[in-house]
């Protein structure tokens, strides 16, 4: 399988600085070609919205993700975000749940800044996840052959990088493809694949950030692709390749880096082939190494938060193995789901869905 290659090589995951990277009326392009200024496009989506907003304005907007940690906003951001907000807001785009700054931005950037593009890929966004019932999967989704599934196909979350982020890790080379349709189908897999997205918005990402006290908003993903060539191609492998790589475009802005390791001589022609259709800016935060990559690895992570078998001092042995444990802040039992509520709410009252016993919270603050 071929999840997190396709999970996080998007096309539209250019970046994971998640500090200020804005540039004063820079020239960008928008998907017909033409250009303008960024502060041109907030300005008119302000002036449209104005009457709006008047209309039908929400209580406030008030974003305490940065504010609890007090990092520093860059205002043309926030400009642009509250621009959206109440583009959204005046067109009953923005149900409560997605009232979420740091998501705004994460769709404003992959769209370089254009409202009008922003706003239809958040409409794309908001149909899937009525048609998905990404909404609700958290809650009412059980993926219950987790086990099996990770006897052929060993992946998950564990730990977190230096910036404190959370590190994805596929063992891609060890797969079996053919057991892992025997104990699973490609429908239930996604799924599974949406409501790990959904928890990691959900709960690893406000844990990572409390823990690091920085916004968390991208994670690391580590790829072992071992003997994986061309052969491994087979019609179900693509088939869930295409099925993955739709919902990626769902979750923009959310990979910062990707390291695939162990990469020998059938891997790299595959990754010449596939590396063709990426752009620029997410082929660069895709690094494929050889067999020595431990060196590269502990630069960005912690010899403690790395598993063995990739060069790390973990091993999680009261958990049955790193891919079995989910270690990280998301797990740390004085990261109260409260925490996890102030950190995320961004309304007085919302339903937020936390930690692992998949049940709706009610948040208070
Ligand atoms: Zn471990």
């Not at 990754?271 to 990559?293: C, D, R």
Request: a neutral charge; aromatic letters at 8%; charged letters at 25%.
């Amino acid at each position: 399988m071929s999840g997190a290659i396709q999970r996080n090589s998007l096309p539209e995951f250019p970046g994971c600085d998640e500090r200020n990277t804005w540039h004063t009326d820079r020239e960008v392009s928008d998907e017909e070609g033409t250009s303008r200024t960024w502060k041109k496009s907030v300005d008119n989506a302000s002036t449209k919205t104005t009457h709006s907003r008047e209309k039908k304005s929400r209580k406030k907007t008030v974003y305490p993700d940065s504010l609890t940690i007090g990092e520093a906003q860059d205002p043309q951001e926030v400009g642009a975000v509250d621009a959206l907000r109440q583009a959204l807001i005046a067109d009953n785009l923005l149900p409560e749940i997605l009232d979420d700054y740091h998501m705004m931005l994460r769709y404003l950037k992959a769209r370089n800044f254009n409202l009008e593009s922003t706003k239809n890929m958040w409409i794309d966004m908001l149909q899937w996840r009525k048609d998905f019932g990404a909404n609700s999967i958290l809650e009412d989704y059980k993926f219950s052959e987790l086990d099996e599934v990770l006897q052929y196909f060993l992946q998950g979350y564990h730990g977190i990088d230096k910036e404190g982020r959370p590190v994805y890790i596929e063992i891609l080379g060890q797969a079996d493809p053919k057991k892992l349709m025997r104990v699973t189908t490609i429908e239930r897999y996604v799924k599974y694949y949406v409501q790990e997205y959904e928890r990691t918005l959900a709960i690893r990402f406000p844990a990572c950030s409390i823990a690091a006290g920085r916004h968390v908003a991208s994670s690391t993903t580590i790829i072992d692709v071992q003997g994986v060539g061309l052969r491994n191609l087979t019609k179900p492998v693509i088939e869930l390749i295409r099925r993955l790589q739709q919902i990626n475009s769902n979750y923009p802005e959310t990979l910062c880096q990707m390291f695939i390791v162990n990469a020998g001589p059938g891997f790299k022609m595959l990754w010449n082939m596939v590396q063709s259709f990426l752009e620029p800016k997410a082929k660069s935060k895709i690094h494929v190494l050889g067999t020595k990559f431990k060196s590269t690895l502990l630069e960005v992570i912690d010899a403690s938060e790395l598993p063995e078998f990739l060069g790390g001092s973990c091993n999680c042995a009261e958990t049955g193995g790193c891919m079995r444990s989910d270690k990280g802040p998301w797990r740390d039992p004085h990261i109260t789901k409260e925490d996890v509520c102030v950190h995320r709410n961004h309304s007085s009252k919302s339903t937020t869905l936390v930690a692992d016993h998949l049940t709706p919270v009610e948040c208070r603050h």
